[in-house]
Antibody
């Protein structure tokens, strides 16, 4: 069974740096085709894709947030860490991590994100 | 900045059929965008329904299907059940990064 869980501060001040950790089990981030992504959702708003790190340490970021984001992995600890600098109240959101998969089958290349963690609400306020 | 647009809301009767669409500001959506569809109910994390345009996960009910329709990705719900009332999001791949759609609230009434 694959599970993921997000952890980190629930409250951060404007201009501070947010550090979130995704701790997972049931898979290894050293397995080909596996990745972990981060997604956020402001209260009452849509999902926003943030970043993704693959088994081979390839990293991808949302172009609009790339300058503020850093994603890293610790394969031995089964953890992925996302840092976001210069936090602002508009960054208040539930932050999710999810397993990403990339693989070939008879129909071609496939990509998906599942399962997801339960999410963690981060509030940015002074 | 790339924008992925969905219908804000749709209403369907129980047992009916409804089609949600997912359009890209960059042009026609093709299989190369690997469209994914997610269902999210209030207070819950999203759950994947469809990947790579039309592939279903093992847990995806048969009444959900994905396709490409008129230059957009589409999710069709056939024989809608009350429990299908939820927010639905598409996700498109842009050569490395991904972008979620704006979401569609489906009401079963």
């Amino acid at each position: 069974q694959i599970t993921l869980k997000e952890s980190g501060p629930t409250l951060v001040k404007p201009t501070q740096t947010l550090t979130l950790t995704c701790t997972f089990s049931g898979f290894s981030l050293s397995t080909s085709g596996v990745g972990v992504g981060w997604i956020r959702q402001p209260p009452g708003k849509a999902l926003e894709w943030l970043a993704l790190i693959y088994w081979d340490d390839d990293k991808r970021y949302s172009p609009s947030l790339k300058s503020r984001l850093t994603i890293t992995k610790d394969t031995s600890k089964n953890q992925v860490v996302l840092t976001m600098t210069n936090m602002d109240p508009v960054d208040t959101a539930t932050y999710y991590c999810a397993q990403a998969r990339v693989y070939y089958d008879s129909s071609g290349l496939n990509r998906w994100f599942d399962p997801w963690g339960q999410g963690t609400l981060v509030t940015v306020s002074s | 900045q790339t924008v992925v647009t969905q219908e804000p809301s749709l209403t369907v009767s129980p047992g009916g059929t409804v089609t949600l669409t997912c359009a890209s500001s960059t042009g026609a959506v093709t299989s190369g965008y690997y469209p994914n569809w997610f269902q999210q109910k209030p207070g819950q994390a999203p759950r994947a329904l469809i990947y790579s345009t039309s592939n279903k996960h093992s847990w995806t009910p048969a009444r959900f299907s994905g396709s490409l329709l008129g230059g957009k990705a589409a999710l069709t719900l056939s024989g809608v059940q009350p429990e299908d009332e939820a927010e639905y999001y598409c996700l498109l791949y842009y050569g490395g990064a991904y972008v979620f759609g704006t979401g569609t609230k489906v009401t079963v009434l």
